[in-house]
Every structure is written in C-alpha cells, then in structure tokens.
C-alpha cells in the first residue's frame, strides 16, 4: 500500500481507541498491549504514530497503548501478566534482568540507539560533567528510575564518589532550571524534548548529552520470554509495523507536518507549538538512527556491552549474565 498524506490522515481520523491494558488471557487473537514508561510524548513516536496512521491495522493487530509511571510500573506489568511487552529505558531492563525476579526477561528491539538523556545547568555555572557533581544537588526525574541510574554510572565511569552527590526529584519540565537559579539545585536531567524546548527558548543554559560520558542504550520493548515465545506472530506483525513506520517517516514518504497531524489524538503538549514539535520530532528520528539505518530496532552488541559493563561497575548487575540473558535480535533479523 502506497504511503502519503491522504492515507496517513485517513488512517488517523478513522483511529483505533487506545485501550488499557488487560490480563493476557483476556486478549483477541490479534491483539497485543504494550506499556509505555510515562505520558505520552513525541518521544514515542514508535508506538504513537505507527497505531495513529494504520500501520498496525495493516498487518491485522490491534495494539492496546498505556501509560505508565516510570519504567518500573511498565515492568510490573509486563511480569504481573497484564501487558505484552514494555518500552522502559535500557539501563532498566539491565538492571531488572539481573535480579532473581527478572531473569525471565528479554529485550526484542532497542528503539533509541543511544540516550535520549539531558544534564541542563546554568552556562555561567556550568556542570559541564560527572567531574563537576560532586558535593552538589543533581535533580533526577524518580528515586532508583531511569535518571537516576544515569546519574551513578556516569559518576562511576568517571571516578566521583557517588555518595558526594545529593539527589532530588525534580519534574521533566524547562522550569527546572529556576530552581537552578535559586540555588536549589546544580543541575537536572531531562529528556530530549526538554532540551530542545531550552536550546529554542534562548535561555542561557549548559547541556550535554549522557551518553558521552556513559554510552547506553536509550529505550527498548522488553517482555517475559514465555509470553514472547506465545506471541511469536504478533510480535513479528508488531515489529514489522514499526519498522515500515519508522522508516517512510526516516525516508521522507510521510511529511513531518502530517506525521504530527496523524498524532494530534494524542493531546501532547509538547506538539501545540508547531515549530517546537517539529525540532523535538527530528531530535528523536536521531536517536533512532544513532548506530545507522541498518541499525533500526536492532540490539546493538557494541552498545548494549558498554551498557552492561557500567551496570556490573556500580554494583547494579552481576558480572555473569551473557548478551542472551539480555536480548534477542531474531524478530529483527526475520523483518
């Protein structure tokens, strides 16, 4: 089927509900849940465009979205039998396969290659490292979450006593950095669109990306391996569409002003300003293709051990899980 405008907005206008998630047991045939870490945002431009412009609906699969409150809730719900899948951060789903409880855990594609993560500070009083943390207030987006974790794998790669690190919780917003300047904090992470939100507002702030520090992985869709092994078929329709998704967004075959139209169900407030929408959409297109085209979806063994080896240096995995314990390329490689 041919790509365009026309079929793209078709498709959205006509939508598929977005449905809560429900036991295993009490899903169609054809349908699979997926639970995403949070709100939804332009980040997910995976999930929310593929179901918003028909591409699951094409391969015959009714994709049920939820919301979740952090990666942690995602992954109660995948182990608690109520979701298909997850889509959490990478250095979670490291960290949870390590654990007793999570061995049954398995990572079928890597959405963002590299991390969508953000340190901001002031430019006049820059954190400009791991270097520059210590004794200082750093704000994370949750207690042992995604940011968090970041947060001590950075300063362990580069030799800061994690303890001379203060943390607070600290909302993913750009008001955060007022309360740099109120000497609250020192510095926050924040995801991508944040960060493009600060660079566009011509505030005088200083970012860098985590993963030139601490090379990981951004996010992935992790499951249980029994409920991937029962779900083989779907999962395949699933990751195809995303793929064929992705990829007429990469190769221009969908416009970036429809894309966002197609999405507009979604009500996201980062998406109201058009302008800032659409320098948050390319900013995520590049963590996509961070390790290449040919990378898209895959696990990258590369990133995924540099990963890894942090989590064993901080303590937050054992030092002898494989790269089977914790992925598998298969669907990818039969797309």
């Known amino acids: 089927m041919t790509v365009n405008r026309r079929t793209v907005l078709a498709a959205s206008a006509a939508g598929t509900f977005l449905a809560s998630v429900r036991p295993l047991g009490a899903q169609a045939q054809d349908a699979l849940s997926i639970v995403l870490p949070n709100q939804f945002i332009l980040a997910f431009i995976d999930v929310l465009f593929t179901q918003a412009a028909g591409y699951f609906e094409r391969e015959g699969l009714r994709v049920g979205i939820e919301e979740g409150r952090g990666s942690s809730m995602a992954l109660q719900q995948v182990m608690g039998g109520n979701a298909t899948i997850a889509r959490i951060g990478a250095v979670d789903h490291i960290r949870a396969s390590g654990q007793p409880a999570g061995r049954d855990l398995v990572a079928i594609g890597t959405v963002q290659q590299s991390s969508p993560w953000f340190v901001v500070s002031l430019q006049d009083k820059p954190v400009a490292g791991p270097q520059d943390m210590a004794n200082r207030t750093v704000g994370i987006q949750s207690v042992s979450g995604t940011t968090e974790t ?14 001379s690190v ?17 000497g609250r904090i020192d510095a926050y992470l924040v995801t991508a669109s944040i960060a493009v939100a600060l660079r566009k507002s011509g505030q005088s702030v200083h970012l860098w990306n985590t993963d030139t520090v601490a090379p990981t992985p951004g996010f992935c ?3 249980k391996r029994d409920v991937i092994e029962r779900y ?4 395949q329709r699933y990751l195809r569409a995303v793929r064929t998704a992705l990829l007429d967004l990469i190769d ?17 407030a980062e998406a109201r ?3 800032l929408a659409a320098a948050i959409y390319k900013e995520n297109i590049a963590f996509l293709l961070a390790d290449g085209r040919e990378n898209l979806l895959r696990n990258v063994p590369k990133r995924w051990q540099s990963a890894y080896d942090l989590m ?5 995995a054992p ?8 992925y598998t390329n298969r669907f990818i490689d039969a797309l």
Do not use: H, W
Request: aromatic letters at 4%.
């Open 166 to 182: 203060q943390r607070v919780v600290v909302g993913n917003s750009p008001a955060g950095v007022d309360l740099i300047r109120q």
């Open 232 to 235: 083989q078929p779907l999962i």
């Open 252 to 268: 221009g075959k969908v416009a970036i002003a429809d894309a966002l139209k197609a999405m507009e169900r979604y009500d996201m």
């Open 312 to 316: 064993v240096s901080c303590g937050f």
């Open 221 to 223: 869709y992790s499951g």
């Open 319 to 326: 030092a002898n899980l494989k790269q089977e314990d914790l």
């Open 150 to 163: 970041l947060l001590d794998i950075m300063l362990t790669a580069r030799g800061v006593d994690r303890a």
């Open 273 to 275: 300003n058009p302008e």
